[in-house]
């Protein structure tokens, strides 16, 4: 991973985030329309700057240590609407237009499907698209 110590060539706004000790910060993705919370990702001050300037969501996937472009595989591309950064620095909000409606890797519009009913998850959301239809057999 890259260094995430400030240095002369970053802009003024991606020093003024709070990183985590492994340089990284948590990103949500949220539906810019209807406010639906479609996922959670982690991003280091590369992927966020490209993310700004291409207008499209780029993460960190921490378990392949490599900046991941939303969609690449999928489709499914996270236009960006707007970056917000929360009170303490240390939490990015993306307001996106979610490509194709499926933001979930299980093929679902959203990562968060599942409720605690009576001490139980309880699946709550619907697949929209077999994953193996979206990805091949992984």
């Not at 802009?11 to 919370?37: F, H, M, Y």
């Not at 519009?109 to 009576?118: A, E, G, M, P, T």
């Not at 998850?121 to 992984?138: E, L, Q, R, S």
């Amino acid at each position: 991973m890259q260094d995430s110590s400030a240095n002369v060539d970053t802009p003024d706004w991606l020093n003024a985030i709070r990183w985590n000790a492994d340089g990284l910060i948590p990103a949500i993705a949220q539906d810019a329309e209807t406010g639906d919370v479609l996922m959670m990702a982690w991003m280091n001050r590369e992927s966020l700057r490209l993310t700004a300037e291409e207008g499209q969501a780029v993460y960190w996937s921490r378990s392949r240590g490599a900046l991941w472009r939303k969609g690449e595989t999928s489709g499914h591309q996270q236009v960006v609407k707007d970056i917000r950064l929360d009170c303490d620095e240390d939490v990015i909000l993306l307001k996106v237009e979610q490509k194709g409606g499926i933001a979930c890797h299980t093929g679902r519009r959203s990562c968060f499907y599942r409720s605690l009913q009576d001490g139980r998850w309880v699946t709550m959301d619907p697949v929209i698209k077999d994953p193996d239809a979206i990805y091949g057999n992984h």
